[in-house]
């Protein structure tokens, strides 16, 4: 389907000259962009079953179809529609998605913790996109890391409200109505203004009618479109439908998590939990991390580790640890829970000719951000089809280094959770790792070396390559080792215990 | 308010000062602020923000001091947006940068009209120089 010959003599070797005459291009004749996108024709046919390049571009009264409307598939809607309204070319975007985002419970939610990253906060409002008051359920400025040999909180360095504490849906099950919002209602709203159709249908086929892409939905309605995006997250069956579709499709690995929401009511958690996030680095077989997230009325508890099941759960609600977060130090009875599939890898080739896979269903950031990672992907597809095609070769070339880049960084990502592993495991570096982080929290002007690398392992706000190198700078090392020597000498627990600030 | 994103700043409270040096931008989430730039000692209010608004762009773009004062009219919450970040962002997705160039085009757009407004004021001025201004208002972009 996909020349792999011409990919390897693609981007990088094209030279500055090639740029520059692009550039020149496109500034003395704008419409040739809208025609021609950034000039790659000339390097060949775009399939193989198609030498046409206008063929493999979205042409006025085009129609696409966004199977999914969370936050990937309805940003890339809103993200292509603005873009081809720049180039003047009018396309018609319908966006799949068989929830209605109003409801409570899982009915109306996408299974997710829901929590906004303080890098994606920033850049939406870049964007123009500003989270309203009824979406936000909490404003997020500090961290409190909890482990056996203490808890320590770690505040945002602007102390600012960066990260945004969301329902995915419109609330746990059985909450009582409230004026509030859900961030995918929120963001599929933002799709439809800015012209997208959203059917509420259920997709249960999908396959080639003459080379172009067919769905089939629950209700017999069946539709040919010239361009398909597959956002529907790794929690339906869809792709495992397309699996068998017969578009070289393989589903991305993906385990088990746990979702679950406290019903404690927004005083208590207030005085409780205040605007922190808590985390908890505790040494229980198969738990790689566990937060508790504070919205308006509920507590929100995220674990994440090797297929949760609901003896993992049990042995961590009863950790000291945990139990003293609670009131009354037990956890009330959960008001909503779910176990919903987490990517552990990426899908090889998250394309075909017309087709393309984004959020979940291509490649997720590991463990944190994937909200962040469906903006990316979204982002990257949405320019690519504006502005490049829609034929494998231009997927190739203009969506899959934002891609591999991710799944790059996933690779470091497994180093980085390695060590926190490693963490879990080993008391006296739990010891080190807690004086240090205590002592610069308290001081200061401190250098934040251990903070911000911690921070930013639990908010996913930087590249997992950027935290890695980080902690390997000669520094750090330096200020690990005497803590490491410091926390564990003589009477160490008990300065440790001095050391902890809850 | 506490609760929501971004950090919050009183009537009267300034959010960036004229000629501090800066290394981020701000999107008013919340509330109004006016842009206040200082000449010869005279604090002139040049633009008015509102929520969805970005300013202070020219710190992150150039390596120079704020340019004007940002001061919050009502109760207005403002969210950071810091250089490294958005520059990180910005070479993965150049697409990203025509945020900043909007914001840019519709600034050079206002700038063009209270320059026009101003010279026509100046014209008539010189033409009759006891008559004054004709309405004393100097553009829908200035105070």
Not at chain 1, 239 to 247: D, H, M, N
Request: aromatic share 6%; charged share 25%.
């Amino acid at each position: 389907m996909h020349d792999t010959k011409d990919a390897s003599t693609k981007p990088g070797e094209q030279g500055h000259e090639k740029v520059e005459e692009e550039a020149v291009r496109i500034l003395t004749d704008p419409g040739s962009w809208a025609k021609h996108g950034s000039g790659t024709d000339e390097e060949g046919p775009r399939s193989e079953t198609n030498g046409d390049s206008d063929n493999w571009k979205l042409q006025p009264g085009n129609r696409v179809a966004v199977i999914g409307g969370g936050p990937a598939g309805s940003l890339f809607s809103q993200f292509l529609l603005k873009t081809m309204a720049h180039l003047d070319i009018d396309i018609d975007v319908e966006i799949y998605e068989p929830r209605d985002f109003n409801f409570c419970g899982p009915a109306g939610c996408n299974h997710c913790g829901g929590v906004v990253s303080e890098s994606l906060i920033q850049i939406l409002g870049t964007e123009g996109v500003v989270l309203p008051e009824e979406v936000v359920q909490r404003g997020i400025d500090s961290y409190v890391m909890h482990m056996d040999v203490g808890s320590v909180r770690i505040e945002t360095p602007l102390q600012e409200k960066r990260i945004a504490a969301v329902y995915r849906g419109n609330g746990p099950r059985q909450s009582e109505p409230a004026s509030i919002a859900g961030f995918d209602h929120h963001l599929i709203s933002l799709a439809r203004s800015a012209g997208a159709k959203v059917r509420q249908q259920m997709v249960t086929e999908v396959d080639l009618d003459e080379g172009r892409p067919r769905i089939t939905c629950a209700d017999g309605h069946r539709q040919t479109y010239d361009l398909l995006v597959v956002a529907s997250g790794v929690n339906s069956a869809l792709l495992g439908l397309i699996e068998k579709s017969g578009l070289e499709f393989k589903a991305p690995t993906a385990v088990k998590s746990f979702v679950a929401e406290f019903k404690l009511g927004a005083a208590t958690i207030e005085r409780s939990f205040g605007t922190s996030m808590h985390v908890f680095l505790l040494d229980i077989p198969r738990l790689q991390f566990a937060a508790l997230i504070p919205k308006g009325e509920y507590l929100t508890l995220v674990m994440l580790g090797d297929d949760v099941d609901q003896e993992l759960v049990e042995s961590f609600l009863n950790a000291p640890e945990v139990r003293s977060c609670f009131p009354g130090n037990r956890p009330p009875d959960n008001a909503c829970q779910c176990f919903p599939r987490l990517n552990l890898s990426h899908v090889r080739r998250p394309f075909a000719d017309r087709v393309v896979f984004i959020g979940d269903s291509g490649v997720a950031r590991l463990y944190k951000d994937g909200i962040g990672s469906a903006y990316r992907t979204a982002k990257a597809a949405a320019n690519c089809v504006a502005l490049h095609g829609i034929s494998a070769r231009d997927f190739h070339y203009h969506y899959w280094p934002a891609c591999k880049k991710i799944a790059i960084d996933n690779l470091l990502g497994r180093c980085v959770f390695g060590f926190c592993h490693l963490l879990q495991k080993l008391r006296f570096a739990r010891r080190s790792v807690m004086r240090m982080t205590v002592i610069e929290q308290r001081t200061e002007g401190a250098i934040p070396h251990m903070s911000s690398v911690l921070w930013d392992v639990f908010t996913g706000s930087a590249p997992y390559r950027e935290v890695l190198f980080r902690t390997l700078h000669p520094f750090f090392l330096g200020r690990l080792i005497w803590n490491l020597l410091a926390a564990n000498a003589w009477k160490s627990g008990r300065r440790n215990r001095e050391l902890s600030t809850p | 308010m506490s609760d929501l994103l971004g950090r919050n700043y009183q009537p009267g409270e300034d959010i960036v000062t004229e000629g501090e040096v800066g290394d981020c931008m701000y999107v008013i989430q919340q509330g109004s602020a006016e842009v206040i730039r200082t000449e010869d000692g005279v604090a002139t209010v040049v633009d008015t923000m509102v929520a969805g608004d970005l300013f202070g762009e020219m710190a992150i773009l150039e390596h120079t001091v704020r340019s004007s004062t940002v001061r919050a009219v009502d109760p207005v919450r403002a969210l950071t947006i810091d250089r490294k970040t958005f520059l990180r962002r910005i070479q993965e997705d150049p697409s990203l940068a025509l945020s900043i160039l909007d914001v840019m085009c519709r600034r050079v757009r206002n700038l063009d009209t209270t320059i026009a407004h101003l010279k026509h004021q100046l014209a008539e001025l010189s033409a009759n120089p006891e008559g004054g201004s004709p309405d004393g208002s100097p553009g829908e972009n200035a105070p």
